[in-house]
């Protein structure tokens, strides 16, 4: 059975750094990729990879950086500067051929940004 263990939220305050892991288990995906979701709102796209491209959402560039060890099958999210408008549960996100494309999720990790 397909597994993606999330790690690495909690409390900072705005300004702080936090960086996020997400290990995946039983396969390899060809994209890997950070969602958030704020209370009230909707999930959004942070981050994603794909083989040597990465994208991001416009609210987090020059902020925020996606990286993957693919030896570990393991995608980081390492965010800088960070803002009280960051505070949201970030989730995981892995997509590949060998899994027919299909969306797999993390279980969400808290991340806080007091002012």
């Known amino acids: 059975q397909v597994q993606l263990v999330e790690s690495g939220g909690g409390l900072v305050q705005a300004g702080g750094s936090l960086r996020l892991s997400c290990a995946a288990f039983r396969s390899v995906f060809e994209i890997m990729a950070w969602y958030r979701q704020a209370p009230g709102k909707q999930r959004e796209l942070v981050a994603a990879?794909?083989?040597?491209?990465?994208n991001y959402a416009d609210s987090v560039k020059d902020r925020f950086t996606i990286s993957r060890d693919n030896a570990k099958n393991t995608v980081y999210l390492q965010m800088n500067s960070l803002k009280p408008e960051d505070t949201a549960v970030y989730y995981c996100?892995?997509?590949?051929?060998?899994?027919?494309?299909?969306?797999?999720w993390g279980q969400g990790t808290q991340v806080t940004v007091s002012s």
């Open positions: 996100n892995a997509r590949g051929s060998t899994t027919g494309w299909r969306d797999y």
């Open positions: 990879s794909r083989g040597g491209s990465t």
